[in-house]
């Protein structure tokens, strides 16, 4: 997603940006962003002003296809792991898991690009499957939505999720601005105020539509691969349709498949340690700790209390939850 380069300021994104969509932003509701000096609520959902031209034009423009897998997360969820993932399972006829594999020179998002980053599909995807992800929430999907194709959905526990953008987004924030205090990000988390937020309504519209059509959308939680990546990675498979045969399972491919995109194998490439993405980020802010209940060191007993209740009241009758 489009974001502000360390050395320009909000002006200049706005320069780039149509008339249409400038005139569109005096209309709509803004709060302080995490990552650029203005989030803007848009369809919903929080969005800075590069992504809103984007979205716009992706609705206007964007023709799914039945065979497409879509990839879809909110921030800071396992968006990275997910890409890997999968394009380890898709692919792993073409690109047999120990030889030479493009996991191992190449990042993740580079391989599964971002939809809102492209500008030609064809070009970017001569094959099928179509393989790319979004942040976008599911009621804003276009044409994706009325098509056959395949959506698989990451979640992650909201207290782990926060902990992980903050430190995320206060390491992308240009120099002009200065850094988002935990306690700032926490209250406008709670509000809901984050990019593609709220959080809640962002898991609630994957959820429930995983539950009326199951074989279109999957939703897994970063939590359960974690416990037990095997189960899950052979779920994933199936689900798009390439599901491992038992001759694969003999050989252990699932077990590989989860050995080259673990955390500690990804963190320690060199593709996934130097350079940048999303214009300004730097792709070793990717990698951080990928444990689950690292909030315990960030937030008090207060913020706790707060934060479940958000996730009471707004999950409650939905049948999604969370331990903590």
């Known amino acids: 997603m489009s974001t502000i380069t360390e050395n320009q300021l909000p002006g200049d994104e706005e320069e780039k940006l149509s008339d249409e969509c400038k005139e569109l932003l005096l209309t709509l509701p803004k709060e302080r962003g995490w990552a650029t000096l203005h989030l803007y609520q848009f ?4 969005c800075q002003p590069a992504e809103i031209q984007s979205i716009m ?58 939809l809102l980053e492209l500008t030609n599909l064809s070009c970017k995807f001569p094959d099928e499957p179509r393989l790319f992800s979004t942040h976008i ?21 909201p207290f782990d999720t926060f902990v992980s953008a903050w430190n995320f987004f206060n390491r992308g924030r240009p120099k002009s601005l200065p850094p988002l205090s935990l306690d700032e990000a926490f209250d406008m ?4 105020i984050i990019l593609c937020g709220p959080f809640w309504d962002h898991m609630l519209g994957y959820w429930k539509e995983s539950l009326k059509r ?3 959308v999957l939703f897994l939680k970063y939590e359960d691969l974690k416990e ?24 252990c491919v699932i077990e590989d498949i989860a050995k080259l995109c673990s955390f500690e ?26 444990e689950v209940g690292d909030w315990v060191n960030y937030l008090n007993p207060e913020m706790v ?20």
């Open 57 to 114: 034009a992706f609705q206007k423009h964007f023709q799914a296809s039945d065979s497409d897998i879509v990839l879809a997360s909110v921030p800071k969820t396992g968006t990275t792991w997910l890409k890997a993932l999968t394009f380890a399972i898709v692919n792993r006829h073409r690109f047999p898991i120990n030889k030479n594999h493009p996991l191992l020179t190449s990042n993740p998002h580079d391989l599964v690009p971002f």
């Open 137 to 157: 929430p599911f009621p804003s999907l276009g044409t994706i939505k009325e098509s056959n194709c395949k959506i698989v959905y990451i979640c992650r526990n």
């Open 189 to 192: 988390y709670c509000k809901g």
């Open 214 to 216: 199951p074989h279109n």
């Open 265 to 290: 194998t990804l963190k320690n490439l060199e593709v996934n340690k130097t350079g940048t993405f999303f214009q300004h980020f730097e792709r070793a802010s990717l990698f951080r700790k990928a």
């Open 305 to 324: 209390e707060r934060l479940s209740k958000v996730i009471e009241e707004r999950l409650c009758g939905s049948g999604l939850s969370f331990p903590i």
């Open 228 to 251: 037990d990546g095997v189960f899950h990675l052979k779920r994933l498979a199936t689900f798009v349709e390439y599901p491992f045969t038992m001759e694969e399972e003999r050989n």
């Open 43 to 46: 369809q919903g959902f929080w």
